[in-house]
């Protein structure tokens, strides 16, 4: 089955620096690639997705990169904001799949 | 609230205990999903439904988990003889699945399992 690595578990930025967060995959036959956003106490919410037809994609601070062929993918937030502040999960599947999770990154945004 | 809805929020059980969860999903989604997940770590796949069929069960899910989606809309999760380390977050998640779209899950709030 899928196995989804995520690096680093914890990061910690300078309000208005830049974050990455990076992802890997074992399944060739994935092909869907999403980002959640967990901040403390609530439910998990998408905030940006990708599929494997696409290498990059972007939403105002927050872009995803893919690389098929190293299997791997990468979150980048930049101009950090203390809102920014949760734990993200990268996610991984193959079609019709379930999604399988990596373990997840605090990310900790200082004033 | 036209959410994916969870009950009960909190769940605190002795251990041996049976419990039952319910989630309650978007009303148009024809998939639903089960996750477990403890302090630190992401979502642990559990399960999942496709309207009423249940399509996968995860290797780990002990014979002591079982769900239900009746009618294809709400579903329950039921944990027999609780245990310790039953205890986590179990979130449930749903979707709108044609071979054609894209799929997004969208989770409910959990229910949170204290196992004393």
């Known amino acids: 089955g899928e196995n989804v690595e995520q690096h680093p578990s914890t990061l910690s930025v300078q309000e208005g620096d830049s974050a990455v967060i990076k992802c890997t995959y074992s399944?060739?036959?994935?092909?869907?690639f999403p980002w959640y956003k967990q901040e403390l106490g609530k439910r998990p919410q998408l905030i940006i997705d990708?599929?494997?037809?696409?290498g990059e994609k972007k939403d105002q601070r927050i872009a995803v990169t893919l690389n098929k062929t190293a299997k791997h993918f990468s979150l980048h937030i930049t101009e950090t904001q203390p809102e920014d502040s949760a734990v993200y999960f990268c996610a991984a599947r193959a079609a019709g799949n379930k999604l399988t999770f990596g373990g997840g990154t605090r990310v900790l945004v200082k004033p | 609230d036209t959410g994916v809805s969870q009950d009960p929020r909190h769940k605190i059980t002795k251990r041996g205990q049976n419990v039952t969860f319910r989630c309650d999903p978007i009303s148009e989604h024809n998939r639903l999903y089960w996750y477990r997940q403890t302090l630190g770590q992401g979502p642990e796949f559990l399960t999942y439904?496709?309207?009423?069929?249940?399509?996968?069960k995860s290797r780990l899910l002990s014979d002591r988990f079982s769900a239900e989606r009746p009618k294809g809309s709400f579903s329950t999760l039921e944990i027999q003889r609780t245990e310790q380390g039953d205890s986590a977050m179990y979130l449930c998640?749903?979707?709108?699945?044609?071979?054609?779209?894209?799929?997004?899950?969208?989770f409910g709030s959990g229910t949170q399992l204290s196992v004393l």
């Open positions: 998640a749903s979707s709108l699945w044609d071979s054609t779209t894209n799929e997004k899950l969208f």
């Open positions: 399944d060739s036959a994935s092909n869907y």
């Open positions: 990708i599929r494997s037809n696409v």
């Open positions: 439904f496709q309207n009423e069929a249940q399509l996968e």
